[in-house]
């Protein structure tokens, strides 16, 4: 059974920076796909980022394109999520994913709270 703990949410200002991380628990880490979603108060779940099973390739949603980076360390069984040039609209719970392939994910974190002051 797999297991996801994001850490890294946190209080900042317009233009601030964050890095969400996400562990992943078990001996096949690198057999994943990764992906990064977010909920805002009152909104649906959307897309962030993902990348693909050795790191390789990586998609982003069109509104944190330029901004946000995803990456991972199988030795670590970690995901990050670079976050630079943060706005009050990025302000959401932050989800880690896992899934055997692109759009299918899985398994799920218990989320971690981004909050973008004006």
């Known amino acids: 059974q797999v297991q996801l703990v994001e850490s890294g949410g946190a209080l900042v200002q317009t233009g601030g920076s964050l890095r969400l991380s996400c562990v992943v628990s078990?001996?096949?880490?690198?057999?994943?796909?990764m992906g990064w979603f977010r909920q805002a108060p009152g909104k649906e779940r959307e897309f962030v980022a993902g990348?693909?099973?050795?790191?390789?390739?990586?998609h982003y949603a069109d509104s944190v394109k330029g901004r946000f980076t995803i990456s991972r360390d199988n030795a670590k069984n970690t995901v990050y999520l670079q976050m630079n040039s943060l706005r009050p609209e990025d302000t959401a719970d932050y989800y880690c994913s896992a899934g055997p392939q692109r759009w299918e994910y899985t398994h799920w974190g218990q989320g971690t709270q981004v909050t973008v002051s004006s």
């Open positions: 990348i693909s099973r050795s790191g390789g390739v990586t």
């Open positions: 078990g001996r096949t880490f690198s057999s994943y796909v």
